[in-house]
């Protein structure tokens, strides 16, 4: 994945790479394992960082294609360089707790194209060696998708 970012005040390139697998426990029951890298190179060198992440996702294959799931995500950023109004490199540890449910409501026979809905709730706990950066916050997001 690569993106380019132009904004009034940024500009520059985000790279990444994820890798990831399904362990099918048996004919309900799943784990996902995922790990990936962020590459982030702004023209502020300050705001440019390297963040690699690993995430896990057990679910729960229910009838009538419901999947309840729980899932953790943990990422470390680490900044290029100092800040100007601090006397250190940033470096953050983000710990990312989600519980939620996926309905599939149309699934094509090949299994290729699926139409779901998605609802969520996910804690995120930033720890920062900047206190400006150190968070707490709660998100409820609910999606729509159609896969192809």
């Known amino acids: 994945m690569k993106q380019r970012i132009r904004t009034t005040f940024r500009s520059g390139t985000s790279d990444g790479l994820f890798l ?6 048996n004919d309900r029951h799943r784990i996902n394992i995922f790990s990936g ?5 702004l023209h502020l060198d300050e705001e440019s ?11 729960v294959l229910l009838p009538h294609k419901w999947e309840p799931y729980i899932s953790y995500r943990f990422a470390h950023s680490k900044y290029k360089e100092k800040e100007w109004l601090f006397d250190a490199k940033r470096s953050d540890r983000k710990h990312d707790f989600g519980v939620g449910v996926k309905k599939t409501f ?5 299994r290729r194209r699926s139409l779901d809905a998605e609802a969520s709730y996910r804690y995120t706990r930033n720890y920062s060696n900047m206190d400006l950066y150190d968070y707490k916050r709660h998100a409820i997001d609910f999606s729509v998708g159609f896969s192809f």
């Open 20 to 25: 990831g697998t399904m362990f099918q426990l």
């Open 49 to 59: 960082f390297n963040q690699p992440w690993i995430a896990l996702r057990y679910s």
């Open 37 to 41: 890298m962020e590459l982030e190179r």
């Open 106 to 110: 149309w699934e094509s026979r090949d």
